[in-house]
C-alpha cells in the first residue's frame, strides 16, 4: 500500500509534530526511521540493541523537535541525534576501548573468494573491529567528521582518533585480503 504524504511542506509537518499531532509524527519517523536504524546499526553490532538506541534517539528527536533551527537538513538534524545516542549507548555499556595496542579477532572465518562485495560484507568487516576503532572510522569515514570533533565527541585526543583510524583502515584491509577480496599489489 502506498502512504500519501499528509504534508507536503515539511516546516508545516514539522510544526504539527510539535504540536504533539501523532498521524505528523508518525509520517517523521516511518520517513526516516529506515535511515537512522542503519545510521545506528553502523555503531551497534546488535540489530535489537540497535533498533532499541533508534528509538530513544526518536523520543529525543520529538521532545527537541522545537529546537530545530531550519538550518541545515532536518534529516541531518535527526542523524546527529543518532550518532550522539549510539556513542552515549555505547560508552554505557562501556563496550568502547580506545587503545594503542591492535586488537586481534579470536575469529576469523574465511568466506569463499569473490571479486564483489556486497554491503552486509562490508558491514560484517566493519563489525569486525574494536569498538573503538570502528566508531572513529564510521565517523570519519561515514559520517563525515574531521578528527577534531571526533577527539570532541568521544573525549579523545585528535592524536587518538587519528591513530585508531589508521589502525581501522589497516585492520579492514587485511580482512578484505584474508577473504580474498582485494589483490596485493604483488598479484
Known amino acids: 500500500m502506498k502512504l500519501i504524504s499528509f504534508y507536503s511542506?515539511?516546516?508545516q509537518l514539522l510544526k504539527r509534530a510539535i504540536a504533539s499531532n501523532r498521524e505528523a509524527q508518525r509520517t517523521i519517523y516511518e520517513?526516516?526511521?529506515?535511515?537512522?536504524?542503519?545510521?545506528?546499526?553502523?555503531?551497534i553490532r546488535d540489530i535489537h540493541f540497535a533498533e532499541d538506541v533508534m528509538v530513544?534517539?526518536?523520543?529525543?528527536?520529538?521532545?527537541?523537535?522545537?529546537?530545530?533551527?531550519?538550518?541545515?537538513?532536518?534529516?541531518g538534524w535527526i542523524r546527529k541525534i543518532m550518532v550522539r545516542e549510539s556513542i552515549s549507548y555505547l560508552r554505557k555499556k562501556q563496550f568502547v576501548v580506545f587503545d594503542d595496542e591492535v586488537v586481534e579477532n579470536k575469529e576469523r572465518v574465511l568466506e569463499e573468494t569473490t571479486s564483489v562485495i556486497d554491503v552486509e560484507?562490508?558491514?560484517q568487516l566493519i563489525d569486525a573491529l574494536p569498538e573503538g576503532y570502528k566508531m572513529v572510522f564510521v565517523l570519519y569515514a561515514v559520517e563525515?567528521?574531521?578528527?577534531?570533533?571526533?577527539?570532541?565527541?568521544?573525549?579523545?585526543?585528535?592524536?587518538?582518533?587519528k591513530s585508531q583510524l589508521f589502525k581501522a583502515r589497516k585492520m579492514l584491509q587485511e580482512n578484505?585480503?584474508?577473504?580474498?577480496?582485494t589483490k596485493t599489489a604483488s598479484q
Do not use: D
Open 121 to 123: 560484507q562490508v558491514q
Open 144 to 161: 563525515g567528521y574531521k578528527h577534531y570533533e571526533i577527539a570532541k565527541m568521544l573525549e579523545i585526543s585528535e592524536g587518538t582518533s
Open 56 to 75: 530513544n534517539g526518536f523520543v529525543k528527536v520529538f521532545k527537541n523537535l522545537e529546537k530545530f533551527e531550519h538550518r541545515g537538513s532536518f534529516e
Open 9 to 11: 511542506n515539511e516546516k
Open 176 to 181: 578484505l585480503k584474508l577473504k580474498g577480496i
Open 31 to 43: 520517513k526516516f526511521a529506515p535511515k537512522m536504524l542503519s545510521v545506528c546499526r553502523q555503531y
